[in-house]
């Protein structure tokens, strides 16, 4: 157990839609990140966030938005859904935003868009 | 985003010692060579990282050559348990982890 939970563990819903990805860090660690992983695209990076501020964006679609609110939880929204955003959605936390800082990873969101 | 090459996969007898290699030329002097592994319907986990200097924890050991060009990741003693994708992430200054495809280590019992 990593400490990092996600919710929900899965979901389902349908194109057009709107989705909302939820994560608390691990107690004490400040910075969060998201990934996603698909069959063919593998893990890629979307955007970290540090107590509460954006630090570093990648290949994270204009329909997906995140923040991260002062207790420190973070979420993902995806909207306009499409049967390509099927993916594990995960979430990492580290004590810090640098580079000498591990990742602890959640368990993920499996979403399913039908 | 620098780059690095695995195997895309390599197998090992349990309770033998696993060197998986990977190599990153165009690594920068500030990049921190990163492994992490992904055990089957799991997130990826931590496994050791460093940045110059060979660097050893409970759960492995990191070899970095001395030009920095490859790394080498050491399991002393392969369980079953440490079958999984293993990957050599290159982490710069824009602390994102860019994966590659990783190695798929299969332990035979």
């Known amino acids: 157990d990593s400490g990092v939970t996600q919710t929900p563990k899965h979901l389902i819903t349908a194109t057009g839609q709107r989705v909302t990805l939820r994560c608390s860090p691990r107690?004490?660690?400040?910075?969060v990140y998201w990934y996603q992983q698909s069959l063919d695209q593998g893990l890629q990076f979307l955007i970290q966030?540090?107590?509460?501020?954006?630090?570093a964006k990648g290949n994270i679609l204009e329909r997906f938005s995140a923040q991260q609110f002062p207790d420190l939880h973070s979420e993902l929204n995806l909207s306009s859904l499409e049967l390509g955003d099927s993916a594990l959605y995960f979430c990492?936390?580290?004590?810090?935003?640098?580079?000498?800082?591990?990742?602890?990873f959640g368990p993920g969101t499996r979403l399913t868009v039908t | 985003d620098a780059k690095t090459t695995q195997p895309n996969s390599m197998e090992s007898n349990e309770e033998e010692p696993v060197h998986l290699p990977c190599n990153h030329s165009?690594?920068?002097?500030?990049?921190?060579i990163h492994w992490y592994r992904q055990l089957p319907s799991q997130g990826p986990e931590y496994v050791i990282h460093?940045?110059?200097s060979n660097v050893n924890n409970r759960m492995a050991s990191l070899a970095i050559a001395e030009d920095r060009k490859s790394s080498t990741l050491i399991l002393h003693r392969a369980t079953l348990r440490d079958a999984a994708v293993y990957y050599c992430?290159?982490?710069?200054?824009?602390?994102?982890?860019?994966f590659g495809s990783g190695t798929r280590l299969l332990v035979r019992p």
């Open positions: 992430i290159l982490q710069d200054s824009s602390y994102k982890l860019i």
């Open positions: 990492a936390s580290s004590a810090g935003p640098g580079q000498s800082y591990e990742q602890y």
């Open positions: 107690s004490g660690d400040l910075s």
């Open positions: 165009t690594i920068s002097g500030t990049d921190y």
């Open positions: 460093g940045l110059t």
């Open positions: 966030y540090y107590n509460g501020e954006e630090r």
